[in-house]
C-alpha cells in the first residue's frame, strides 16, 4: 500500500502514526516496569495506588487493577478474578479511574495483605475540627505520650505563637517561601485560614513515613481534611468536637493571642466548620485532652 493510500484508509499522516505508536510502546513499558518493581518488593502496591490517584494519566494510573494484583508475590490469577469480584472493580477497571469507594477498598484490601504477608502497611489519619477546639494540644499530648504515631509537621505563614518551637509545632516560613513549595509541589495540601494566613501538609515526610509503614496523623484544618480526601481516600478522617459551643468560646477567648477581631473572625468560621462533621468517618470529643488523645491514637488502629 502507497504512503497516500496508506493516508487515506487511516485518515491519519505516517509520522503521526508512527508516534502514536511509539508513545503507545513507551506506556506500555512504563506500566511493565511498575508491575516489576511491585513484583520485586522495591515499591509497596499502596504507593503505586497513591500515585495513581494522584496522576491519573501516568504509568500508574493507566494500569489496571487486575494488573496491578497479579504483580503482587503471593496472588495468582484465581485470587484476582476472586479479589475483583469482592472489591466489585471491573477487570478493565484502571487504577486512575477508580471512584472514591473503590479506592477505599482497595487500599484497605492491599493493608490488610501487607498486614498478613509482612509488608510494609502504613495507615494515614486526619484529625480536623473547628478552630480552638484543641487540636494542636490533642497532638501534641500524642507525640509525647504515643512514640509510635507519626506526627505530621504543618507549614504556616503566621508568627509562632508563644511556646511555638520551629520545626516540632509548625514549619514558619514567609509567604515568598510558602508560594515556592505549592510551585514545587511539595505540599500534600494547603489552605487560607480565617482569611488571613496559609498552612498546609509538606508531602514527603508523609509519604516517607507510609511507606515506611508508619501510622501517621495529620493534624489540619477542614479545608484541609477535605483536600486530602482528594489525592488520599483510603485516609480515616477524624472530627474534633468541643463538649459545648460556650466551651469552644472560653477557650478561644481566653488564650489571648488573637485580637478581638480575629477572635470573631475565628468563631464566625468555627459555626461553619461545625457544620462539617457529617464529612468525617469517626467523631471525637475533646473535654479531657488524654482521654481525647487515647480515642484518637485507638481509632488509627
Same mark, same amino acid.
Request: proline letters at 7%; aromatic letters at 4%.
Given at each position: 500500500?502507497?504512503?497516500?493510500?496508506?493516508?487515506?484508509?487511516?485518515?491519519l499522516p505516517v509520522v503521526d502514526r508512527a508516534a502514536g505508536l511509539q508513545a503507545a510502546v513507551a506506556a506500555r513499558r512504563a506500566r511493565a516496569a511498575v508491575k516489576a518493581v511491585v513484583a520485586s518488593r522495591q515499591r509497596t502496591p499502596i504507593d503505586v495506588l497513591r500515585g495513581a490517584t494522584r496522576e491519573p494519566?501516568? =504509568?500508574?494510573?493507566?494500569?489496571?487493577?487486575?494488573?496491578?494484583?497479579? =504483580?503482587? %508475590?503471593?496472588?495468582?490469577?484465581?485470587?484476582?478474578?476472586?479479589i475483583m469480584t469482592e472489591l466489585d472493580i471491573s477487570p478493565v477497571k484502571r487504577l486512575g479511574g477508580l471512584g472514591q469507594r473503590q479506592q477505599r477498598s482497595l487500599h484497605l484490601f492491599l493493608r490488610t495483605w501487607a498486614a498478613q504477608h509482612g509488608g510494609?502497611?502504613?495507615?494515614?489519619?486526619?484529625?480536623?475540627?473547628?478552630?480552638?477546639?484543641?487540636k494542636g494540644t490533642v497532638s501534641v499530648y500524642i507525640r509525647q505520650n504515643y512514640p509510635e504515631v507519626s506526627i505530621?509537621?504543618?507549614?504556616?505563614?503566621?508568627? %509562632?505563637?508563644?511556646?511555638?518551637?520551629?520545626?516540632?509545632t509548625y514549619f514558619f516560613v514567609d509567604d515568598a517561601e510558602f508560594d515556592r513549595m505549592i510551585r514545587e509541589?511539595?505540599?500534600?495540601?494547603?489552605?487560607?485560614?480565617?482569611? =488571613?494566613?496559609?498552612?498546609?501538609? %509538606?508531602?514527603? %515526610?508523609?509519604e516517607s513515613a507510609l511507606a515506611a509503614g508508619q501510622r501517621v496523623l495529620l493534624e489540619i484544618d477542614i479545608q484541609g481534611a477535605r483536600s486530602v480526601r482528594q489525592v488520599m481516600p483510603e485516609a480515616s478522617f477524624i472530627f474534633l468536637l468541643p463538649p459545648t459551643w460556650e466551651e469552644l468560646v472560653r477557650r478561644l477567648t481566653g488564650r489571648g493571642t488573637e485580637s478581638t477581631e480575629e477572635q470573631m473572625q475565628r468563631l464566625r468560621s468555627a459555626e461553619v466548620e461545625l457544620a462539617a462533621v457529617t464529612e468525617f468517618d469517626f467523631r471525637v470529643v475533646n473535654k479531657d485532652v488524654a482521654t481525647a488523645a487515647r480515642e484518637v491514637v485507638d481509632l488509627m488502629g
Open positions: 500500500m502507497s504512503e497516500q493510500t496508506n493516508h487515506r484508509a487511516t485518515g494519566g501516568s =504509568a500508574e494510573g493507566t494500569l489496571r487493577v487486575s494488573d496491578l494484583l497479579r =504483580a503482587i %508475590p503471593g496472588i495468582g490469577v484465581t485470587k484476582v478474578e476472586r510494609c502497611a502504613g495507615q494515614l489519619t486526619v484529625l480536623a475540627g473547628p478552630t480552638a477546639v484543641g505530621s509537621i504543618s507549614a504556616t505563614t503566621r508568627l %509562632p505563637r508563644p511556646g511555638e518551637v520551629e520545626g516540632k509541589g511539595e505540599l500534600l495540601e494547603w489552605a487560607t485560614v480565617h482569611n =488571613a494566613y496559609r498552612y498546609g501538609t %509538606p508531602r514527603e %515526610p508523609v
